[in-house]
């Protein structure tokens, strides 16, 4: 019997990707997106199968999610439709908390009625690190440090996804992804630093490194190329783990090795103006992805310098 997976937020950059995959695999797909930031031209390929449907739906609207769930009868949902930027967080926390607790909570709630077999969270790495030190990586046992209104609701996320697995029955994974780049993301936030960098590059505009004094280079993070979090997400629906994994590369990268990465690639010298720290960033972040790779095999294969040549030829 073919399954049934609802991906919210699939019109997204990471939840576009998603989507194909699932259409590949040969399940039958069902997008959720309000395209506040999701774009329906991400979805042209998928929008080719006779397997993809797709309801321009906020999932606050609980009337119009109801709909969706009694028509299409998921047996899976893969959720990455939330507020993602910090900064957005710490001026609008009420939002944050609105999206990303309340239209959770709209979800698990319509479980109890319509049942499903597996739930994959997508949580945050980097939100949910703790302030790592030495050569540490962070892992999924650490308790985060949690610096944002967003890492708060990320990590409450979690917790209702654990609670309500036991009441309504269901499977469960835990995505904390570090930050994701490659075709299709929007210049919008952290996560969106190498296509901000990337176009600043291609437009002949220099950019901005926001960092501590102690940090000339810049804050640090682990990439993670689209693909191998495409990856991820469908080891984890063909086996649930019903706790939280670290999707990351293990390596910790600055904002300035980025920036000089893609001056590389694209064959720019275009300058960058170093600039002070931007409340609640994580001074470091690096994630431990140990768990994942003894759970279900998965890790990291792409590269910085093969991913930002991928992502260069698809533009």
Known sequence: MQKKVLVTGGAGFIGSHVTEAYLKEGYSV?????????????????????????????????????????????NIVCHHAAQKSVPHSLDEPQEDADKNIRGLLNIIGLIKSYKIENFLYVSSGG?????????????ETDYPSLESPYAVTKFAGENYVKIY???????????????????????????????????????NRPSTLMTYPDMPRGCTRDYVFVEDVVAANMLLT???????????????????????????????????????????????????ADRIKELVGWTAKVDLIRGLEILKKSM
């Open 165 to 203: 697995s036991t009441l309504f029955g269901y499977s469960y994974s835990i995505l904390r992804y570090a930050n994701i780049y490659g075709p299709r993301q929007i210049p919008d936030g952290e996560c969106g630093v190498i296509p901000i960098f990337v176009g600043n590059v291609l437009n």
């Open 30 to 74: 069902s997008v959720v997106d309000d395209l506040s930031s999701g774009r329906i031209s991400n979805l042209e390929n998928a929008k080719k199968s006779e397997n993809f449907s797709f309801y321009q739906c906020d999932i606050r609207d609980l009337s119009a999610l109801t709909e969706v769930f009694a028509k299409f009868r998921p």
């Open 238 to 288: 063909n086996k649930p783990v019903n706790c939280a994994v670290n999707i990351g590369t293990g390596v910790e990268v600055s904002m300035m090795d980025i920036y000089e990465a893609i001056l590389k690639v694209f064959g720019s010298k275009q300058p960058i103006n170093v600039v002070g720290p931007r409340l609640g960033d994580i001074r470091r972040s690096v994630l431990n």
């Open 127 to 139: 939100a949910l690190s703790k302030a790592i030190e030495g050569s540490e990586r962070s892992c």
